[in-house]
């Protein structure tokens, strides 16, 4: 009985000193915190699979590197954690672990959807500058606005345009109950991210166990990827195919940083804008990223917020095989339907052009196509369009539409390390 006793305090005393030597060896920095909040491209809809993709460009083969271990599965690292916050309706919930694929967009909050967002990247490149552990927490929600859903409280409620009020009367909408319904939905997805980082931070050792209280924490900044409801919306910004007219959404920004700054009582958090960048570089100018820029630039923020161009990540090969492919489906549709309307032809698509002269425009033949006809069609029209190579690139390297940047895991991986670099730069 003594000899057990003896062994028992001397497995006592051992464990005693392995927690000393943990504490002892542990980071001397405080732990670093960056938030990442937005709407569905800060979820993330590039799949896993568009990995080895990110490979067949030599420009990217480090890249893809970094993101694979030693075993060429995708990265588990060591020291970088994440609380992710998302889902929708009543089914929003947060999940916790060490940072790698998975956390992107999602069909159960509570569980890894295999795809990527902008944060496997960034809290990769942020983890590389680092000395000591790194806590992400991401709260993003696919389809919500900055004007309602993330309004910050500062700016008021939602203002309705007089013509946008007008229209719903004469289409018998009932209009106090929409203002009713607006009001509620103002606002809300702010206060879900702003009590979710309060929850997290009052129990950081439970969603990152290698915090250690004696070592405190950094709020170390936000990155802000959102836009294309605010972008799409002519109810909100009836103007927005003018200079100035995606004005507001300057105005708000500003708001959403002063505010996120006071209810986390950070005065000079560091802020990165993810600018929307879908469908590339444009000759022309586009007011609403002009307006997501703005703010950046203002003396008021001008030395701790910065704007990311997204658009420069756009994969214009990728895309220009998908529109082919959209073309294909374009004529399927006019096939099924059993006529080509005469506003489809245009220049840019000549088969629709052809279809109709050789099936609907000739009186003697018929006005429709039996299934050998329409499978052959469409078979030959295809092969013309997409060779097989653009067929095995497209597979590699896309995993869904083009407001969600073609869910190509080379360009959110790209995204999230241009974001941590340009947080990096603010330091």
Not at 304 to 316: E, I
Request: net charge positive.
């Amino acid at each position: 009985m003594a000899i057990n006793r003896i062994k028992t305090c001397m497995t006592l005393i051992a464990l005693t000193f392995v927690g000393v030597a943990v504490n002892l060896s542990g980071y001397d920095e405080p732990l670093k915190i960056y938030i990442l909040a937005g709407q569905s491209n800060m979820e993330g809809h590039a799949k896993v699979e568009t990995f080895d993709y990110i490979g067949d460009d030599p420009a990217t083969v480090g890249l893809l590197k970094q993101m694979r271990g030693a075993d060429g599965k995708p990265r588990i690292s060591d020291k970088v954690w994440i609380s992710y916050l998302t889902g929708s309706g009543d089914r929003i919930a947060a999940s916790t672990g060490r940072l790698t694929v998975g956390f992107g967009a999602r069909k159960d909050p509570a569980l890894p959807g295999g795809k990527i967002g902008p944060e496997f990247t960034f809290g990769l490149f942020m983890e590389k500058k680092s000395q000591g552990p790194i806590l992400i927490i991401k709260t993003a929600w696919g389809g919500k606005s900055l004007h309602t859903d993330f309004r910050p409280p500062s700016a008021g409620p939602y203002q309705f345009d007089k013509a946008h009020l007008d229209s719903l009367k004469k289409r018998g909408r009932d209009v106090e109950q929409f203002k009713s319904d607006r009001s509620k939905a103002t606002g809300r997805y702010y206060r879900l991210m702003i009590d979710h980082v309060k929850k997290v931070l009052e129990n950081l050792d439970r969603v990152c166990p290698l915090y250690q209280p004696q070592q405190g924490y950094e709020m170390a900044g936000l990155v802000w990827f959102q836009g294309w409801n605010d972008m799409v919306d002519s109810n909100t910004y009836p103007n927005r195919r003018d200079p100035g007219g995606y004005d507001l959404y300057t105005e708000l920004m500003a708001h959403f940083i002063r505010d996120v700054r006071r209810d986390l009582s950070v005065p000079k958090m560091p802020f990165v804008i993810g600018v929307m960048g879908v469908n590339g570089l444009q000759k022309e100018p586009n007011y609403f990223r002009l307006a997501m820029a703005a703010t950046a630039s203002t003396p008021e923020f001008s030395d701790n917020v910065v704007a990311v161009q997204t658009a420069p990540y756009w994969d214009q090969d990728l895309a220009a095989i998908i529109q082919k492919r959209d073309k294909v489906k374009k004529i399927r549709y006019f096939i099924k339907k059993g006529n080509v309307p005469a506003k489809a032809i245009s220049k840019s698509h000549p088969e629709a052009y052809r279809l109709r002269k050789k099936y609907w425009d000739t009186p003697s033949q018929s006005r429709s196509m039996t299934k050998v006809d329409q499978q052959a069609y469409l078979q030959e029209y295809q092969g013309k369009l997409i060779t097989s190579k653009e067929e095995i690139m497209l597979k590699r390297g896309a995993s869904n539409a083009g407001y969600h940047y073609l869910g190509s895991a080379k360009t959110m991986a790209l995204i999230g390390k241009a974001f941590a670099e340009a947080l990096q730069g603010l330091k």
